[in-house]
């Protein structure tokens, strides 16, 4: 969890730098008008974990991106807001990511030739910080009397960063030589649950998002979102690999011929490069991660109730 603790630093850093600039409503009390809001999203996905990967030996965190494996998402999500600046958050979205060995040219994942796709299917929750809020004008949208709108230096962007926590459903699959798409988990590529083997995994682990987020106001209740999520999980087996080779054989024999292919399948055109029984497959010390980029529309829901208090709602006056 080195990573998380590092980007967090980051971002701590930078919410820091924008706080100095923020500003609120035109009125403090403002923002209790719409406490409820709704985010509909469609946007990308993409995964980080040891198959496919830049030409290099895997690097950590984003450094190991495979822009060519992006992959569709779509999320929906209900926000309430505990103070101005502060929101929880529920969501739930759906992703697709791939891996695939032939895409790189480091030898020993390219030799190793392996691949994958999975469906992530995602339910968490989590809290919003708005560190520099989006302004949104005044309440009528009213012109001045030398014909300029009021508050129009109000309409700005804001910026946000989130993190929660999230459970999730993966289904490591890939393509057969004859063309069948199998599910991997059942094949127990790595020996899980034979002699000698690895642990059997789940297919339900959790995650911890976090990310950086801009908001852009269209009136008082809606607007859009762009926001990029980082999933830091719990889970090694989102692309069916960790830790090393299994017996092609054995597994031949007690699972069948689909295990022993996907669990070796080398090129074999790297004599450098060992795939025997025992050496190394994966990398179990450094656990598979996610990333959702996603553009929404958000909806505030307007209450009827009003605001008290010493701070209420300052309506400004027209000119005529």
């Known amino acids: 969890m080195q990573k998380f603790k590092y980007l967090l630093v980051i971002i701590l850093f930078f919410s820091l730098i924008f706080e100095t600039f923020s500003q609120g ?7 209790k008008k719409h406490r409820h809001e709704f985010n509909f999203g469609l946007g990308a996905s993409n995964f980080l974990g040891e198959v496919g990967g830049r030409d290099r030996v895997g690097s950590g965190f984003i450094f190991d991106l495979e822009p060519s494996k992006t992959k569709f998402a779509a999320q929906i999500n209900y926000q309430y807001y505990m103070a101005e600046k502060f929101v929880l958050r529920t969501s ?10 032939a895409l790189t040219a480091e030898p020993f994942r390219n030799n190793r030739n392996l691949h994958f796709q999975s469906v ?4 968490g929750i989590g809290f919003e910080y708005q560190f520099l809020k989006e302004k949104i004008g005044n309440i009528y949208n009213l012109k001045s009397n030398t014909g300029k709108k009021l508050g129009t230096k109000s309409f700005s962007l804001g910026f946000y ?11 490591p699959k890939a393509t057969a030589p004859d063309g069948n798409l199998v599910a991997l988990k059942p094949l127990r590529t790595e020996g899980q649950g034979l002699p ?15 990310g950086l987020g801009m908001r852009k106001s269209i009136n008082r209740t809606m607007g859009i979102k762009l926001e990029l999520t980082h999933r830091f999980t719990f889970t090694d087996y989102i692309d069916d690999i960790s830790t090393v080779y299994y017996d092609r054989a054995v597994l031949n024999q007690e699972v069948g011929g689909y295990a022993a292919y996907f669990s070796n399948p080398q090129l074999g055109n790297k004599p450098p490069v060992v795939t025997q029984p025992g050496q190394q497959r994966g990398d179990p010390n450094d656990r598979d991660g996610y990333m959702f980029f996603i553009a929404s529309l958000y909806i505030k829901l307007e209450s009827k109730k009003k605001v008290y208090g010493r701070n209420k709602v300052r309506r400004i006056k027209a000119s005529f």
Do not use: K
Not at 25 to 31: G, S
Not at 92 to 101: E, K, L, Q, R, W
């Open 196 to 210: 000698g083997g690895a642990e059997e995994y789940s297919n339900f682990s959790v995650a911890i998002p976090v």
């Open 161 to 171: 960063f989130t993190a929660g926590v999230s459970g999730f459903y993966f289904n």
């Open 120 to 123: 992530i299917l995602e339910g």
């Open 92 to 101: 739930f979205t759906y992703g697709s990511v791939a891996g695939d060995d």
């Open 25 to 31: 409503f035109y009125n403090r009390n403002a923002w």
